[in-house]
């Protein structure tokens, strides 16, 4: 028997799982859909739809230097752990000689 109560308090409360279902092929579809409606939009107004391959070309052109900055740095810290691996500190020595060299003849050819 429940006894009467000036307060009331709350009932129990359900918990309620809502099932999802992921249908990769209809996401795909969609994707795809999507995207074929941009480009003929895009045709229709007049611009011109750039390839992956041509974003990628203007991307690779402007960053050269960049690039060639990355690869000597890759091979000065290879060569440094493997020469201190092989010859001890001396490689450090020879590094210090080899980086203004090179500083001096980049600064020349521009």
């Known amino acids: 028997m429940k006894i009467p109560s000036i307060f009331r308090l709350p009932g129990h ?3 309620e799982i809502k099932p999802r279902y992921y ?3 209809k996401e795909d579809i ?5 995207r074929i409606r941009k480009e003929v939009q ?3 107004e007049g611009h011109s739809v750039e390839s992956i391959r041509d974003a990628y070309k203007t991307r690779r052109g402007s960053n050269r230097s960049a690039d060639l900055f990355q690869f ?3 091979v000065i810290v290879g060569v440094s752990i493997g020469g201190y691996l092989m010859y001890g500190a001396n490689v450090y020595f020879a590094l210090f000689l080899l ?3 090179y ?3 980049r600064r020349r050819k521009k």
């Not at 969609?30 to 999507?34: F, H, I, L, M, N």
């Open 13 to 15: 409360q359900r918990f």
């Open 23 to 25: 249908d990769p092929v």
């Open 30 to 34: 969609e994707k795809r859909t999507d």
């Open 42 to 44: 895009n045709e229709r």
């Open 72 to 74: 000597l740095m890759i």
């Open 99 to 101: 980086i203004p060299l």
């Open 103 to 105: 500083i001096i003849l």
